[in-house]
């Protein structure tokens, strides 16, 4: 059974750091591209940053070169390092292996920037 667990979400001040973390199950990790997601009431997911199985990455042009995704084939786990954070990037974080389709996102984690 596919799990996806998301985590490492929180309140945290303009100009904070957050790391999140997203725990996997049930699927070959190593063979899949990840990606992270946000959500605000109101709107779809958007993509934010995404990986391939190789480790090519990709960002949207609103958070280049504040975050930055990896993964840890060994510990099945993708992360995202959120630096320089503003109150535009509070959202539910989610992760997804698009090639799964969206039958298993996670639960997310709230990220909340404010003063």
């Known amino acids: 059974q596919v799990q996806l667990v998301e985590s490492g979400g929180g309140l945290v001040q303009p100009g904070g750091s957050l790391r999140l973390s997203c725990a996997t199950a049930?699927?070959?990790?190593?063979?899949?591209?990840m990606g992270w997601y946000r959500q605000v009431p109101g709107k779809g997911r958007e993509l934010v940053a995404h990986?391939?199985?190789?480790?090519?990455?990709w960002y949207t042009d609103f958070v280049k070169g504040r975050f930055t995704i990896s993964r840890d084939n060994s510990k099945k786990t993708v992360y995202m390092q959120m630096n320089s954070l503003i109150p535009e990037d509070t959202a539910v974080y989610y992760c997804l292996a698009p090639s799964l389709g969206t039958s298993y996102w996670g639960q997310g984690t709230q990220v909340t920037v404010s003063s």
């Open positions: 990986i391939s199985s190789g480790g090519t990455t």
């Open positions: 049930g699927f070959i990790f190593t063979s899949y591209a």
